[in-house]
């Protein structure tokens, strides 16, 4: 049920080998918190812009109330350094998140295949 309090996330996929990473994060903000929603993605590109090993890092957004979040990093340790950074803070900011999402945040691991831009440093 929507207005049901929740975990901030849910966390699916494996981290497999090595190499290339990513996360996509699914976000539904509820009706009538999409200005927070777009001021908490604002909070956490401010934390990302001094991350080194985060590379392109991308917030958008799907329709009125569907958010999402693309980052890629060089590595799995540089991935977990994001986490354990200040964007995955506010992700673990269970009251935040029950506040202004219709259900918990879906991050997706990925492994990045193939890409045409810089992944970290």
């Known amino acids: 049920m929507a207005d049901a309090p929740h975990r901030g996330v849910i966390l699916t996929g494996e981290n497999g080998a090595d190499g290339h990473k990513a996360f996509y994060i699914h976000i539904e903000a509820r009706p009538g918190k999409e200005d927070a929603v777009v001021d908490m993605l604002r909070d956490i ?31 799995i340790a540089a991935r977990d350094a994001h986490v354990a950074g200040g964007g995955g803070d506010i992700f673990r900011d269970n009251a935040r998140m029950n506040d202004l999402l219709t259900r918990p945040a879906h991050v997706y691991r990925l492994d990045v295949l193939l890409n045409k831009s810089t992944i970290g440093e």
Do not use: H, K, M, N
Not at 49 to 64: I, Q
Not at 67 to 74: C, D, K, L, N, V
């Open 45 to 75: 590109y401010g934390c990302v812009l001094g991350e080194p090993g985060t590379g392109p890092w991308f917030a958008v957004r799907y329709s009125p109330q569907v958010f999402g979040i693309f980052e890629a990093f060089p590595t």
